[in-house]
């Protein structure tokens, strides 16, 4: 078991629809399951198609964001 959780994150790769606040919503309910994961911990998204203001996670990426990470 990990003794620290560092994030949480989702990936939502669709082809038409933006990550989406209910995302983001479901994402942090789920962090109660996680052991470690405490209500401070970073929420993570990743979306092909952007996302919907206010979706309250931590850090946003797109494609340009994966693939420059994949370049490192």
């Known amino acids: ?3 620290t959780i560092a994030f949480l994150g989702s990936i939502k790769w669709r082809d ?3 990550f989406t606040r209910a995302d983001a919503a479901a994402l942090a309910a789920q962090r109660a399951a ?3 994961a405490g209500p ?3 929420l993570i998204g990743v ?3 952007g ?3 206010r979706s309250n996670l931590g850090v946003e990426l797109g494609p340009e964001d994966v693939l420059g990470a994949a370049s490192l």
């Open 1 to 3: 078991m990990a003794e």
């Open 16 to 18: 038409s629809r933006p």
């Open 34 to 36: 996680v052991p470690g």
């Open 40 to 42: 401070e911990i970073l």
């Open 47 to 49: 979306s092909r198609n």
């Open 51 to 53: 996302f919907e203001p």
